[in-house]
Each structure stands twice: as C-alpha cells, then as structure tokens.
C-alpha cells in the first residue's frame, strides 16, 4: 500500500503520554508497523482520543493509536463510544492492528516540598506504613485521568485517601497542571516521562494495582482494504512465516487473527442478543470480548461491540461471512470494523 509522505504521521493518545511509549514501540517494529509510515513524517500528538478519530476519518494522518482496554481496569469507555460511531461521524474508520503496552504509573510532585516515599508495585494492597502516609498529608489534590486512577486504586485509597481527585483529559496534563502548582500541594498519577518533561519528582514510583499492568492500544485507519502486512494489519488472503513465504491460510491460521463486529437488537425481543451471539458459536468463530453502550435511540437501548478469533479476508471455512450473515438475520443491524493480527499469538 503507498502511502503520501506528507499525510504518513501516526496520532496517538496524549503528549508525551503512555501510548507515546507504545507508539515508539510501533515504530520500533514491534508490530512491523514501520512500512506504513515515511521515515521523514512528522510524529505527531493528538489529545484527546476524539481528535485521533477525526484526524483518520479525515485522512490528516494516515494511522491513528488508540486506547482500547487495560488488564487491570477493563474497556476504555470512550474509546467504546467512537467506535459507537452515533453522529455517524467516523463512517470510513477501521482497525487494523494493535499493540500491548507495559504501564507504570508514578506518584508525581515536588520533594523540595516534602520527602519521597518508595515502595515495590503492589498487586493487592500497598504496605499500608503510618510513616509514609504522613508523608503524603500535605498532598491535597491529585490530578490524573480516569483509567489511572482505577488502574491505582489500591494505593491511592491507602495513602491519599483524604486527597481530592480530580480528572483531567491525560496523565500528561495532570503533570502539566501539577507543574504549575507553586504550593506543593498537588500531585499528578502519571509517567516518568511526563515528570521529565514538567521538572517533576517522583514521590512515589509504579504505584499500578499490578505490576503486570498491561493497555491494548487499537491501530486504526482510514478504509478497509485487504492489501496491508498480515503482522500488522488487516488480514490478506494468504499467511506468510517469518521467511516472508505465504500459503493458503488454514483454519488455524485465521485464529491468529481478530476481528470487531457492532450490531444492535429489539430489545423486546425474548432472547434476541442470545440468539445473536450464537452465530458466532454456530460458526465456530470464539468470541474474545463483549461491550455493550447506550446507543441514545433510545432509554435502555444498547450497542454491542463484540470482538472475535477470525478474519474477513483469509475465512478458508467461510465461518466468517456465515457469521455476519447470521447476524444480518438476528439484529436490526452490524457494522464491521476489519480483522487484524492478534499479537497475542
């Protein structure tokens, strides 16, 4: 696939933020993703996670990296409601790849203030010492955004119970707005990198629930075409090893993939979303995830996002097309978001 110079920038959730790092892994060639961007082109940031959307659908960027869902505190909500998709806004937007990403997360302030406190990542509950918690008394007002601050509960509610906490757009911004604090009295739940960036210190490193604290990242793109890399993106007709060399891909070779699907439902309907999901076991196609969002149609009427073990383009069984006709006949409608190579296995 060729794409424009001057249009191959890759978007990502938030300056200098976590999924920076996980860009710079992309770039990198942890997902082979280098062949779709201009070694020349600008890195450039977006934030929030609205403003990547509408940098894809309107072909300003050739890729966009969003959050998608974290091991520790589940789906990325908003992320969920683009994919929604309920101004019809986004209408060209698929997937085409994604990406793993190790976070940390660190307590960050000032120590000319007040002394540091150190202590191994958790993966309950923090050791609860009387003497690091009075040290963390004159803290007030913590700044971070939701997905951290869930991501860190076991910490936060432990030491900085009687702080306020307030959510900002990104962990970065937190940072910056902690930056700009003269008194000492607030703290940001964010990266080492935004603590360089903003003269901060760190007070408290990997205060993360789990040290195994892991966000899936989406690729997205503009358009749905078959033509892309099998390692990173949507899935061509044939599979190729690690030689380069393709074949015909079996029906094995098409669970090394993943595919998104939304579709709604009379919810009147005795055992409608049953009867939906059940095209995907008919099909033999296993589902790998399962959200639902208001679709603001109407009170208590859903959208449902599921993702499953498959591809569109290499579908030797035919189980995905089946699936999808299925499912053309037991919901009031789908949309499809592509395959990609699941790099899990």
Known sequence: MSIDPQQAALKYFGPKEYSFEGQTNIQGGSVLFSPYIASAAAKLTLDPVTDIFEAVQSSTVARGVVPFENSTNGSVVYTLDLFCDRQSAYLDIYVCGEVYVDVHHNLLGRTDCHSSYSHSPATAQPPLVP?????????????SHPQAFGQCEAFLTGYLKHSERHEVSSTSKAAEIVSLDETGTSAAVSSAIAAEEHGLDVLAPEIEDRSDNTTRFLIIRKGNERSESPTG?????TSRDENGKGGVMTE???????????????????????????????????????????????????????????????????????????????????????SWRDQLK
């Not at 003497?131 to 700044?143: G, P, V």
């Not at 993106?233 to 007709?237: D, I, L, R, T």
């Not at 005795?270 to 399962?290: E, H, P, Q, W, Y």
């Open 131 to 143: 003497e690091a918690r009075s040290r963390f008394s004159h803290i007030r007002h913590i700044y």
């Open 233 to 237: 993106g949507a899935v061509a007709e």
């Open 252 to 338: 094995e070779g098409a669970q090394e993939y993943k595919s998104l699907v939304s579709f709604t439902i009379d919810h009147q309907s005795a055992g409608a979303l049953a009867d939906a999901l059940l095209v995907f076991k008919t099909n033999r196609l296993n589902l790998t995830s399962i959200n639902s969002r208001p679709s603001q149609a109407l009170p208590w009427h859903y959208i449902f996002l599921v993702e499953f073990e498959g591809s569109e383009w290499g579908d030797p069984q035919g189980a995905v097309k089946g699936a999808l006709r299925d499912l053309g006949e037991k919901s009031l409608g789908w949309r499809w978001f592509g």
